[in-house]
């Protein structure tokens, strides 16, 4: 354990969690390191300004071969992660992509079977819509003339 800025042992960088299952979901930084960035314990003597001996160590930690291997750093899992990521991420945009076009060249298809296309039926729902309206506007002026037609006669 390293000494921090105040000259005193250092704590724990990270709260462990209680549970090995979905640890990663709970790891968090230290609430004391959190409140107070001077707390982290980068100094290997205390009372020694300057020395940031075990900061270094910990920087170096991403060129040495730690993971479960021991052959990989952790630069190198980090970048293989990455670049599987990437991969995974462009065969799923691709996929899409060709499951789109299937799905269109589908619907081209049925409507060539059913010899029914969606926007030619939606345009005359729209024509057949405005002379429904128009015959409505036809009768109720019709009504209103007969109704003053007899208006008329009852004078």
């Known amino acids: 354990r390293g000494f921090d800025a105040y000259n005193r042992q250092g704590n724990n960088f990270f709260d462990m969690p209680m549970e090995v299952r979905g640890a990663s979901m709970g790891l968090k930084v230290n609430d004391a390191i959190s409140r107070d960035p001077m707390r982290i314990a980068g100094a290997r003597h205390a009372n020694a300004p300057g020395d940031n001996t075990v900061a270094n160590a910990i920087g170096q930690l991403q060129f040495e071969q730690v993971m479960p291997d021991k052959k990989t750093t ?82």
């Open 74 to 155: 952790v630069d190198e899992f980090y970048n293989s992660m990455v670049g599987e990521v990437g991969i995974q991420s462009r065969k799923a945009h691709l996929s899409q992509e060709s499951q789109k076009g299937i799905v269109d060249n589908l619907k081209n298809i049925r409507e060539s079977i059913s010899g029914v296309s969606l926007d030619e039926e939606t345009t005359k729902l729209i024509e057949f819509q405005k002379a429904f309206d128009a015959s409505a506007r036809l009768i109720k002026t019709a009504d209103e003339m007969f109704d003053t037609v007899l208006n008329l006669k009852r004078m």
